[in-house]
């Protein structure tokens, strides 16, 4: 076998756990090898938590995880995968590891020695809050109410299931003057939300973050990955949330020095009108831009502002269900930033406090800390994208427009000049001190926590007029895409990135592609939706709120028939579980409402899931063949347009899951590892899949950093609904879009696509040959997607 090259053609991401190890991955290799993947993509692989079905709680990153089989386990998961042409792509975790210290060696003796710990310079704590104490939020109520239950037991105290060191000659002190001896304080766990003192993952306190800005700690955290590496027994990186880091353009150059220049790509979340930074040296994105690109093509414009209006009427409009996208996301902005991220918020404040106390500016001078807090929440709150990079970058990020909006929210107009001093603190109009750069940096880790908790976690569940549309890194008010926009955003990859990776499922989507696909349809029949649902909810007792309820039934659409009903069931009322828990309206993670979240399930078991829910079912059957040509268009589109594409594990089938951990379930391949069909039998998506992954392989030279891109446009009455492009003169995709649309008026007609010049092949059907102008009925008349290739001369 040749070996993988160096940029892939195509990866498969597996998501491995105790419940698919290395081992597993491994049986799997000829099934995926027979895909024409290039490179198997793996989740976080360093040692984590106990019985974590994600790893990206790391405790130990300079060993290989025991659960999943230790070094050996991948290093023979490498071999197989090198003996079938395979390489393997690494997702690294550069920003943060668990808060588990009885699992966590480093952190075990941060916590035992304080800040003298050579390894206290790893996590970013703010030693100077809390009386020189690690706070930590472990307990189950005020330590009142608990102190019977902290143990000491040897030099170690323990409480349930927790363990954290013992200072040294500090064991036999009484309780109280005990825990004032430690270098951490164990406290009620609530108290995190605004008295916490070390940087966290979002709001998620069991995970600390990590200083990879210091070279030290970039080498010792970075040692195991780069010897597999520079080893041959990985081949490339995805970098978890740059975003999180304090200087992640510094951070990729070093990483991309150390690592020689291999093929990396990172998690990066791009707001609409965006580009990554030119100056970091990586390959591109992950791949969510794509998703947001190609989703969108199948999304019916004038018909989403007609479901939107109807779920107006039907939600109600109240607060955050009134379906106006922007207002939605401003009220969580607040919600977040002075509930989950308080501490957060503070920690901000107290420097920017700091330096404004201490600076020989004058013009800094005389600053209350309320007056910073309200500049600094009101500029927080109307970023538009995930954080600035650099005070030029500050410049488009904070702007203008936005200042003058937070000077309007000061009651004493005086008092608005916090505001530009913190603006100009960000452009750096103050020097480029220690204390200036703190500021920025803090600014922009809080602002990159704050985007994401308030758009994915909690606007992406409080805006739900159309669910395939809050997608992580989608634009809800605006989702649809047109050909020429799509066209437009192809191009500027094949010039400015044809190495990013590309995706349609992660294991972090709230719901999988083909999930999405069927949504997509509601978009050009909201009026028929709206009927079926009203007729549906007719009688459904207790309905627990318009705006849950019309998530629900799209739920159930979506998801489709999916085997035992109750099974289906479940997943539907832990999916909304989770859903209300993150709008945060009713109820949430912190402060649940037992009697509310009762109420939802008991409607999900009535409603959706009952026998009312058949209607639904109903809707979804007379639909099936616009689902099916938008799931055949987006896996086309997707496998053929530029970049590198990304396959989450399954989903060369159809494959419809939802939030996590619902798609973190453990692969299903057979014995032989050949895809556990048992029949051997393909779909059609699988079908599709197979042919264009076999032409990438084949072809990598039409598809690769070198290639080309050119738009196709069709001609005639129903030219809208055809999205085609050429790769480099030698393939062409065409695919059918808002399928039920053409068909309500009158079919493709006279249209023709005009091909490049040449003879084409359909890859699929042998036999099938086109050139010129060739009838869109004729060359969707087996299928609503097709891949042509040209034949020599």
């Known amino acids: 076998m040749p070996p993988a090259p160096a940029v892939p053609t195509a990866t498969y991401r597996l998501q491995l756990q105790p419940d698919f190890p290395f081992s597993a991955a491994t049986t799997a290799v000829p099934h995926l090898a027979a895909l024409n993947i290039s490179h198997l993509h793996l989740s976080p692989v360093l040692e984590a938590v106990p019985g974590s079905r994600h790893g990206y709680d790391v405790v130990d990153p300079t060993r290989v995880r025991e659960e999943l089989g230790g070094e050996e386990g991948l290093r023979e998961l490498s071999r197989t ?16 590891m668990a808060m588990s210290p009885r699992h966590n060696p480093a952190l075990w003796e941060v916590l035992r020695d304080g800040p003298s710990s050579p390894r206290a310079r790893w996590f970013d704590i703010d030693w100077e809050a809390q009386g020189g104490q690690v706070l930590l939020p472990v307990l189950g109520g005020p330590l ?21 060191p013992l200072r040294e000659g500090t064991a036999g002190l009484p309780l109280p003057r005990l825990l004032d001896a430690q270098w951490y304080r164990p406290v009620w766990w609530r108290l995190a939300r605004t008295e916490l003192n070390y940087r966290r993952f979002f709001s998620i306190s069991e995970l600390i973050g990590v200083r990879v800005e210091d070279p030290e700690v970039f080498a010792a955290t970075h040692a ?3 010897e597999l590496l520079h080893e041959g027994v990985v081949d490339g990186l995805r970098v978890d949330h740059p975003d999180g880091l304090a200087d992640p353009g510094g951070y990729l150059r070093r990483l991309h020095e150390a690592t020689g220049g291999r093929w990396t790509v990172v998690e990066k979340i791009l707001a609409d009108g965006e580009g990554l930074p030119a100056s970091w040296p990586v390959a591109g994105t992950t791949g969510y831009d794509a998703l947001r690109h190609v989703d969108g093509l199948f999304m019916d414009p004038a018909g989403f502002g007609e479901l939107l209006d109807r779920y107006r009427a039907f939600a109600a409009p109240q607060t955050d269900r009134g379906g106006d996208w922007d207002a939605t996301v401003r009220r969580a902005a607040y919600k977040v930033l002075t509930h989950e991220l308080a501490a957060e918020s503070d920690r901000l404040t107290r420097v920017a406090a700091r330096l404004c106390a201490t600076s020989p500016e004058t013009a800094l001078r005389d600053r ?26 500050a410049a488009t990020v904070v702007t203008e427009e936005a200042a003058a909006e937070a ?17 100009d603190l960000l452009l750096g109009r103050y020097g480029d001190g220690h204390a200036q750069a703190e500021f920025r940096t803090r600014f922009a880790q809080t602002a990159s926590a704050l985007r994401a908790k308030s758009v994915e976690d909690t606007a992406f569940y409080r805006y739900v007029p159309l669910l395939s549309a809050t997608e992580v ?7 649809a895409v047109g050909p020429d926009r799509f066209h437009a955003y192809c191009a500027r990859v094949q010039r400015d990135w044809p190495a990013t990776g590309t995706v349609l499922s992660t294991h ?3 719901r999988s592609a083909d999930l999405r696909a069927a949504l997509h349809v509601l978009t050009e029949c909201p009026g028929r939706w709206a009927d079926v649902l009203a007729e549906a909810s007719r009688g459904v007792e207790p309905v627990p709120d318009g705006q849950l309820a019309w998530a629900a039934w799209q739920t159930v659409f979506g998801l489709g028939p999916a085997g035992d009903e109750r099974a289906r069931e479940e997943r539907v009322r832990e999916a909304l579980l989770k859903h209300v828990r993150e709008a945060g309206l009713f109820t949430s993670w912190t402060e649940q409402e037992p009697p509310y979240e009762e109420a939802v399930a008991r409607f999900v078991a009535a409603g959706p899931c009952g026998v009312p829910g058949r209607k639904v079912a109903e809707l979804r059957e007379a639909l099936e063949p616009h689902i099916r040509a938008n799931v055949l268009g987006a896996a086309l589109v997707h496998l053929t347009m530029p970049g590198v594409p990304d396959l989450y594990q399954g989903t060369e089938r159809e494959y419809r899951a939802l939030v996590d951990p619902d798609n973190r379930t453990p692969p299903r391949f057979g014995e032989n590892g050949d895809g556990g069909d048992g029949g051997g039998g393909r779909s059609e998506k699988e079908a599709v899949t197979r042919a264009a992954l076999a032409l990438r392989a084949r072809r990598p030279e039409v598809f690769g950093t070198s290639a080309s891109y050119e738009p196709l446009a069709a001609v005639g009455p129903a030219a809208d609904h055809c999205l085609a492009f050429a790769r480099s003169g030698e393939v062409v995709t065409a695919v059918t ?3 039920l649309r053409l068909a309500e008026s009158g079919g493709w007609r006279d249209t023709r696509l005009p091909l490049p010049r040449g003879r084409w092949a359909d890859v699929r059907e042998p036999g099938r040959e086109f050139e010129r102008e060739v009838r869109a009925a004729e060359l969707f008349a087996a299928s609503p997607v097709v891949l042509l290739e040209r034949l020599p001369e």
Not at 369 to 389: M, S
Not at 407 to 423: I, K, L, Q, Y
């Open 81 to 96: 995968a090198r003996d079938h042409g395979l390489g393997l792509i690494l997702d690294i975790v550069p920003n943060h």
């Open 144 to 164: 009142g109410e608990e102190a019977d239950r902290l143990k000491v037991d040897g030099d170690v105290l323990r409480y349930h299931d927790h363990a954290f």
């Open 224 to 226: 195991k990955i780069l």
């Open 368 to 393: 209350a800390p309320w007056a910073l807090r309200t500049a600094l929440t009101e500029l927080l709150v109307r970023l538009e994208v995930y954080r600035p990079y650099s005070p030029e970058d």
């Open 407 to 423: 000077r309007r929210a000061f009651a004493v107009p005086e008092e608005a000049g916090a505001v530009d001093v913190v603006r």
């Open 473 to 479: 890194g989608g634009e809800p008010g605006d989702p």
């Open 508 to 510: 972090d989507a709230k």
């Open 737 to 739: 879009r808002l399928s």
